[in-house]
């Protein structure tokens, strides 16, 4: 994934929660696997992504779905339309607010 694929990256922080929203420009952008220590919600914004989750493909999520990711728990996306936002909604209760800003 080059960079200027990614129009913005936002992080807000409101009573114990922690939102980071990523706009990718280009469809077939791959966020790579990653794996975080606590729970977390990616809710689908704008566009269609695909989503894989433990080894296993969940299908393609569209605007206004919402995926549920364990701890522990290695996902990927990939983004199917031009445009898509995610945002990814982490309780500061599993994890620091500096840890949260690294990931």
Same mark, same amino acid.
């Given at each position: 994934m080059m960079d200027s694929e990614i129009l913005t990256s936002s992080v807000a922080i409101h009573?114990?929660?922690?939102?980071?929203?990523?706009?990718?420009? @280009?469809?077939?952008? +791959?966020?790579?696997?990653?794996?975080?220590?606590?729970?977390?919600i990616t809710l689908v914004q704008r566009g269609s992504v695909l989503v *894989?989750? @433990? @080894?296993? %493909?969940?299908?393609?999520?569209? +605007?206004?779905?919402h995926i549920?990711?364990?701890?522990? %728990?290695p996902? *990927?996306?990939?983004?199917? *339309?031009d445009f898509t936002r995610l945002s990814c909604v982490h309780s500061t209760h599993f994890a620091s607010v500096d840890d949260l800003r690294e990931d």
């Open positions: 009573a114990g929660i922690f939102c980071k929203t990523w706009t990718i420009h @280009g469809r077939g952008v +791959e966020l790579p696997q990653h794996v975080h220590q606590w729970p977390h *894989t989750r @433990g @080894g296993t %493909e969940l299908g393609s999520f569209h +605007e206004g779905d549920n990711i364990r701890a522990n %728990e996902h *990927t996306f990939y983004t199917l *339309t």
